[in-house]
């Protein structure tokens, strides 16, 4: 099997929920039959965010979570067999707020900001209905079947 994630927490902050994030993260790789494969998850805040987000998508504000994907670029050929899925940025100050705004916990929120990146980085999107629909089924399953509820 041998995944890696790695998780890098670039603030200030600690973040006892992050154990869990890696909990559900393998969860979902071992729900997808992935082996040899890796990713990070790297934890900023607003500024730092807002700063990819205008720099890499030209959209001037902060975001929750953007995603990097090594996949997306056919020049990417990596050694061995070990696949690298790219990086997962999450807000922590975003993901805060929107546990707030949709009444939900932040280990809740945290842990979906982490599934939809992951599934960003294996291809997914929501960029219409049909896309959307089948993004979140995945991302819903992942989190309630591990317990990771609203």
């Known amino acids: 099997m041998d995944n890696e994630i790695m998780i890098f927490n670039q603030t200030n902050e600690d ?24 990713f990070n998850v790297i ?8 700063e990819l987000n205008k720099n890499y998508r030209d959209i001037d504000r902060e975001t929750d979570v953007i995603t990097f994907a090594l996949e997306d670029e056919d020049s990417v050929k990596l050694p061995g067999d070990m696949r690298i899925l790219g990086d997962i940025y999450i807000s922590i100050d975003k993901a805060r707020s ?22 960003h980085l294996l291809g997914y999107d929501h960029m219409n209905e049909e896309e959307e629909k089948v993004m979140f089924g995945k991302q819903e399953e992942v989190l309630s079947e591990y317990g990771v509820t609203r």
């Open 15 to 38: 973040i006892p929920e992050l154990d869990l994030v890696k909990k559900v993260l393998e969860f979902g790789m071992k729900k997808e039959k992935l082996n040899h494969t890796s």
């Open 43 to 50: 934890i900023v805040d607003n500024n730092y965010i807002h």
């Open 98 to 119: 929107q546990a707030i705004e949709y009444g939900h916990s932040f280990e809740r929120e945290i842990c979906f900001l982490a599934v939809h990146g992951f599934y």
